[in-house]
């Protein structure tokens, strides 16, 4: 029995030797286990995500030109206008008739449309005072964005008629010394052209003169009196 129990000590101390031994660590659990099969891997999840990503949006380029003082535009009036129909401060409308460029890019374009306004209006006088109107464009509108202009007022003057109103007067009077001559010798004659020379004058006082008239269609062209700066998206 004795020796049964010493062959049992040298059997443990045996396994006790072969075992692992005291400084050994246990292998770590904290490895990274292997993917799953059909999960994605890290490469192709972030190539997904690069995919899915919305593309920055760029800034538009803006410009700035200016139109200098002096450039010239031609205007083309959508309204009518006249001295004997309109009166200050009527609104008035007309459209850029050729495009103004700078540098030979087009700033202005063909058709933009140019507002302003009746400045003075005055019809035509009963023999002292001629007709006359006036107009100034405050506003040109490029794209959707309205500009504030300065630009030369438009002024026109009817025509004199010294010659038609001494014409007038004069027939009357030729015709009356005429009648009265034939009627009263010299003294009748004086007497008929004083008379018919009344008559001439008094067809002037109730005739007036000429009247200024801009129907639509009409060309004016006017200049930049301080320089114009427009945005060019």
Do not use: W
Request: aromatic share 2%; with cysteine.
């Amino acid at each position: 029995m004795k020796r049964l129990l010493i062959g049992l000590c040298f059997i443990t101390l045996a396994f006790g030797a072969c075992g692992p031994s005291a400084g050994t660590q246990p292998a770590s659990t904290n490895e990274a286990a292997p993917p799953a099969a059909g999960a994605p891997s890290a490469a192709r999840g972030s190539a997904v995500s690069a995919d899915h990503r919305v593309p920055p949006t760029s800034t538009p380029v803006v410009r700035r030109v200016t139109v200098p003082a002096g450039t010239e535009l031609t205007l083309t009036l959508r309204t009518r206008v006249g001295s004997a129909i309109n009166q200050a401060g009527d609104p008035i409308e007309a459209t850029v008739a050729a495009p103004v460029l700078v540098n030979g890019a087009p700033v202005i374009p063909e058709q933009a449309t140019v507002t302003g306004t009746v400045v003075t209006a005055r019809p035509s006088g009963r023999v002292k005072g001629r007709a006359s109107i006036g107009l100034e464009f405050r506003q040109v509108s490029v794209g959707d964005r309205a500009y504030p202009i300065k630009v030369a007022p438009v002024r026109r003057t009817a025509a004199a008629t010294h010659k038609k109103d001494t014409l007038e007067i004069g027939v009357p009077a030729a015709a009356g010394t005429l009648i009265g001559a034939l009627a009263g010798g010299k003294k009748g004659a004086l007497i008929g052209g004083a008379v018919a020379g009344g008559a001439g004058t008094a067809y002037v006082l109730a005739t007036p003169g000429q009247d200024v008239l801009m129907p639509a269609g009409t060309t004016l062209r006017v200049k930049l009196l301080d320089p114009l700066t427009v945005q060019i998206d």
